[in-house]
């Protein structure tokens, strides 16, 4: 009997989309013994300060890919949006499965839509690609800062003085929240997604061959050729949590159609490339290189700098 070790931080819901992925490996294998280790990172314990002040995303996942490393864990489980596109010497994404919808979902006081909120209404996000999306198509919309779980962002836009928040779908539908509790899915074409958003990635050590031929059971080729080409893309601009960035890919018709998007906070400048391709392995390549002639880079360098004197 192989004994598998999963390292996963102590939210719901990510103990909940954990225990989602470990059920889709033992129906697979049913003599698999599955132990969870919950890990407490940085990100979970700085509650009071947003995430692009304090290091970004990657706060999410650095103890626990320490975990792997130390060998006290055998695979991660992360939400792919929180892991950095640069992973530690030694470490795999050894399996992407099924994605869920990656859409963000916009949730408002009486069920008002995005398109009619009235001027001076309150966005509650903690994202600056949501917050600068907003702001591009509807200037006469405010961008509160706002962080907390499910529930404690479903309880301030109740009691605090938010008019509307965003949510990312698939947390809402992975915790089996009442589609009810959703205003309206934002498309795409109206909301980019973060750049893995809906997906999990499945980390491990990048020279155990029992866990990655465990992890290709469930692995999804489609989903994973599709992720590397946003997280290439992300890669290559050297995107952070102090950029707003998006980039969202899917199959059509034996393509991979990628969009990407990057904007000024305030989202008075925005930049976006839209290609097809069945070349993977060089579309994120295409797509920075389009960015940055066309002068998208220049927000991306101001951020970074200014980011790294705050």
Request: include cysteine; aromatic fraction near 4%.
């Amino acid at each position: 009997m192989v004994k598998i070790v999963v390292g996963t931080r102590r939210s719901q819901l990510a103990l909940t989309q954990s225990k989602q992925f470990t059920d889709s490996l033992q129906a697979k294998f049913p003599e698999l013994e599955i132990e969870f280790k919950e890990i407490v990172t940085q990100g979970d314990k700085i509650v009071d300060v947003q995430l692009s002040k304090v290091g970004g995303k990657g706060l999410f996942v650095k103890e626990i890919e320490q975990a792997l490393l130390n060998k006290e864990i055998d695979i991660a489980i992360h939400s792919l949006k929180d892991v950095p596109s640069v992973l530690p010497e030694g470490l795999i994404l050894g399996c992407i499965p099924d994605r869920e919808d990656p859409r963000d979902a916009f949730i408002s006081k009486n069920h008002t839509k995005l398109k009619d909120l009235p001027a001076g209404s309150v966005v509650g996000t903690s994202s600056l690609r949501r917050g600068a999306q907003i702001l591009n198509q509807y200037p006469h919309l405010k961008i509160e800062w706002i962080r907390g779980n499910i529930d404690t962002r479903l309880n301030k836009l109740k009691n605090d003085a938010y008019d509307a928040i965003i949510l990312a779908a698939a947390g809402l539908k992975r915790m089996g929240w009442n589609a009810d509790t959703v205003t309206e899915y934002l498309e795409p074409e109206v909301m980019l997604p973060a750049i893995g958003q809906g997906a999990l990635g499945i980390e491990c050590r990048a020279d155990d061959e029992v866990v990655l031929n465990i992890l290709k059971a469930v692995h999804n080729d489609d989903v994973a050729r599709c992720t590397q080409v946003e997280r290439d893309f992300l890669r290559l601009m050297d995107g952070s949590c102090q950029v707003p960035i998006a980039g969202h890919a899917v199959v059509e018709n034996d393509e991979i159609h990628f969009r990407g998007l990057i904007m000024s906070p305030d989202g008075r400048q925005r930049f976006a490339s839209d290609i097809r391709s069945n070349d993977t392995a060089s579309m994120g390549e295409e797509a920075a290189a389009e960015m940055k002639e066309n002068g998208a880079y220049a927000i991306i360098e101001a951020l970074n700098i200014e980011g790294s004197r705050s």
